[in-house]
């Protein structure tokens, strides 16, 4: 039995959620399991009284669409001391890992897979995680929760780009991040290191924000990106879904696959110089040290953590089908002409 992020909301959150948008019966027993943990998550809030602090410092987001190498950097770059990135644990308990997380953890590690399913790349509660989780518990703004309700979809996807949101809902986006952060850093002096996909369609609202904040983008082949993202609704949904998703989700990626660069390509030259390095997964993978090194450098965080020297393995996929690169070159033209992909695709590749 695997834990669904979705256990670390509170009671209240939990039954407002399943309220609003009804649970299928074939995942009755996810939802059980999410009741008796939001129950337990209520009852150990009310010892997890620690305010949040102000921020002393702006965060460094990592930036890039679902499977361009984000996991990756993310983990390599929370290597550094002068970064703080938060766990897996924090990001799925943000009102109680404070008091729970010392024991917690150690109890319940057992129920999280020593590897994501979608790919090799390890899991656990330790390990980095995207404050995206925090946000979609605590405030209910975040297209996640519409990869667990997809009927609701329509809905939760709104929060990618924020813009089509009403002014209470980006703030209560804003508070979210802030009493997460806060709790987070507890005045600490380093860079919060945060990883969110979504971020990216997020810059303008993030800059007003974080007016200091870093940011490194990672882009990737547009073909590659649309495969691996594929088996990632075919893999990850199954585990994270609460209703039965009809049909595939081609539709879903390829829509949120232009949201997110449109609003990239308009946001991007609203950062400082300095404050911005833009990166090849590709160059990633031909040399993980030197593009560290890179990044590193370009944003003024001091030296560079060292790349450990293991292989990099990435999913293989088969070829994509002519009317599915039709389809991937219409949302994605722009990003073939900045970034200089051939608009013909080769066999497609997965990554972590």
Same mark, same amino acid.
């Given at each position: ?10 009671? &209240? ?24 943990? &939001? ?102 703004? &975040? ?210």
């Amino acid at each position: 039995m695997d834990l669904n992020w979705l256990c670390g909301a509170t009671a &209240s959150t939990w039954h407002r959620l399943r309220r609003e948008h009804g649970v299928d019966a074939a995942y009755a027993h996810r939802a059980a399991q999410i009741t008796v943990l &939001s129950a337990y998550n209520s009852a150990v809030r009310r010892f997890d009284r620690h305010p949040p602090r102000p921020l002393k410092r702006d965060p460094v987001f990592v930036l890039g669409h679902w499977r361009s190498g984000t996991t990756w950097l993310y983990h390599r770059m929370a290597e550094a001391p002068g970064l703080t990135a938060p766990n897996a644990f924090q990001v799925v308990n943000p009102l109680t890992f404070r008091a729970s997380e010392p024991v917690a953890s150690r109890v319940f590690a057992g129920l999280v897979p020593e590897k994501r399913v979608q790919d090799d790349v390890p899991l656990g509660f330790a390990l980095p995680e995207e404050d995206e989780y925090a946000i979609a518990l605590l405030a209910g703004t &975040s297209p996640y929760l519409g990869r667990s309700f997809p009927r609701a979809l329509p809905f939760y996807e709104r929060f990618l780009t924020l813009d089509a949101c009403t002014d209470a809902e980006r703030t209560a986006f804003h508070r979210a991040m802030r009493v997460f952060l806060g709790r987070l850093m507890d005045g600490a002096d380093a860079r919060p290191l945060l990883k969110s996909p979504a971020h990216t369609a997020r810059v303008k609202h993030l800059l007003r924000w974080f007016p200091d904040a870093r940011f490194v983008h990672i882009h990737r082949d547009p073909f590659a990106v649309f495969a691996s993202t594929r088996h990632l609704y075919d893999t990850v949904d199954w585990f994270w879904t609460l209703q039965r998703r009809d049909g595939s989700p081609d539709a879903t990626i390829l829509r949120q696959y232009r949201a997110v660069h449109d609003a990239w390509f308009a946001s991007r030259d609203l950062i400082a110089p300095g404050h911005l390095v833009e990166l090849a997964y590709e160059d990633l993978v031909a040399d993980p040290q030197g593009q560290l090194d890179r990044v590193f450098a370009g944003l003024g965080l001091g030296a560079a953590p060292t790349v450990p020297a293991r292989p990099h393995r990435a999913n293989r996929f088969p070829d994509l089908s002519e009317a599915d690169q039709d389809a991937v070159r219409d949302v994605a033209a722009a990003c073939f002409d900045a970034w200089g992909y051939p608009s013909r695709a080769r066999t497609a590749t997965g990554q972590r």
